[in-house]
C-alpha cells in the first residue's frame, strides 16, 4: 500500500526528479501547436531541466513546433518530421500529393534524423506513390522511421525496404510482450519506444514477468518516450517520466541505463 501510495504521487508529478537519477532520452516527444501558447519553448526546456532529460527526439504538427525547440537547443533536441500540416493531415497523409510536397521542403535543410511520429493503419497504407517517395527518402537520409502501428504493418515496412531503421512507438501500443518479442528476434533494424506501455510492463508493484524477461534479453532494443501529443500531457510531463523511473528501477543497473539513454544516443549520436 505504501508502495502504491508512491506510486500514484510519482504519477502525478508530485515527486520530482532527484539529483543523480538516471538521465533519459526522451525519444517520443511532440510541441505541436496546441501547446505553444501554453508552453513557450523556455518554459518546455525547464521541464526538460527538471526532469532530467537529456536529449529528445521531438516531432510536432506543424513541423514549425519542433524547430522552436530545435533553434534554442539544437544539442538537446533531434528533430523528426512528422508530415502532418495540421491534424486533418493524420488521416490520408501517405496518399495526398500536397502532404508530400510540404514533407520534402521540411527535409530540404537536411536536419530532421527520423521520418515520424507517423500513423499507418493497414498495410495496404503503404501501396501509394506517395508512400513510396518517403521510404525512398528515409533509406537515402538515413531517417529512422517511427511508425504508430501494429506488427504486420511493420512487416510490411521491412518487406517493401529491408534497409529501414525503425523505431517502432509505444511497441505497437497494444501488442503483446511476445509479439513483440518475435519482432525484434526477427528484425535486427527494429527498436521499440516505450511511452504509454509503463502500465504493461508494470501492472503492480512488480514488473510484469514477460516483460521483464523481454527488456532484459533485447536491452539494446528499447527506448523511453513520453508522447506529449496534447497539452495534458505535457501539463503531467513530470509524471509521465517518473513512471519510467519507477520500472527502469526494478531492472538490473546496466538494462536499465541502456533503456533509458544509451540505446537513443546509439541510434541519435551527438554532431
Ligand atoms: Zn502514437
Redesign the pocket.
Known amino acids: 500500500m505504501k508502495h502504491f501510495l508512491f506510486l500514484l504521487a510519482v504519477i502525478f508529478g508530485a515527486v520530482p526528479a532527484q539529483a543523480g537519477e538516471l538521465p533519459i532520452f526522451d525519444t517520443?516527444m511532440h510541441y505541436s501547436s496546441s501547446a505553444w501558447d501554453v508552453y513557450a519553448p523556455g518554459d518546455i526546456l525547464k521541464k526538460l531541466d527538471t526532469a532530467n532529460i537529456t536529449r529528445a527526439l521531438v516531432s510536432s504538427t506543424p513541423d514549425a513546433g519542433t524547430m522552436k525547440l530545435f533553434d534554442i537547443a539544437p544539442g538537446r533536441v533531434v528533430p523528426a518530421l512528422r508530415p502532418y500540416r495540421t491534424r486533418a493531415d493524420m488521416a490520408r497523409w501517405y496518399e495526398t500529393p500536397d502532404v508530400l510536397a510540404y514533407s520534402k521542403d521540411r527535409l530540404a535543410a537536411g536536419r530532421h534524423k527520423a521520418l515520424g511520429?507517423i500513423?499507418l493503419y493497414m498495410a495496404k497504407n503503404l501501396e501509394t506513390p506517395e508512400m513510396a517517395e518517403y521510404l525512398d527518402m528515409a533509406v537515402a537520409r538515413g531517417l529512422i522511421v517511427q511508425p504508430?502501428t501494429d506488427a504486420l504493418v511493420v512487416e510490411a515496412l521491412f518487406k517493401k525496404r529491408p534497409k529501414l531503421k525503425i523505431l517502432w512507438?509505444?511497441a505497437g501500443?497494444s501488442e503483446p510482450a511476445l509479439v513483440v518479442a518475435r519482432m525484434l528476434d526477427q528484425y535486427p533494424n527494429l527498436w521499440a519506444e516505450l511511452?504509454?506501455r509503463a502500465g504493461h510492463i508494470q501492472p503492480d508493484d512488480d514488473l510484469d514477468p514477460e516483460w521483464k524477461a523481454l527488456l532484459i534479453r533485447h536491452a539494446g532494443r528499447f527506448t523511453i518516450g513520453s508522447?506529449t501529443?496534447e497539452v495534458d500531457r505535457w501539463h503531467g510531463y513530470q509524471g509521465l517520466i517518473n513512471e519510467h523511473r519507477e520500472w527502469l528501477r526494478l531492472l538490473p543497473p546496466d538494462v536499465a541505463e541502456k533503456i533509458a539513454f544509451r540505446n537513443a544516443e546509439g541510434l541519435f549520436p551527438q554532431q
Do not use: K, N, Q, T
Open positions: 517520443h511520429e500513423h504508430h512507438a509505444h501500443f511511452s504509454y508522447d501529443w
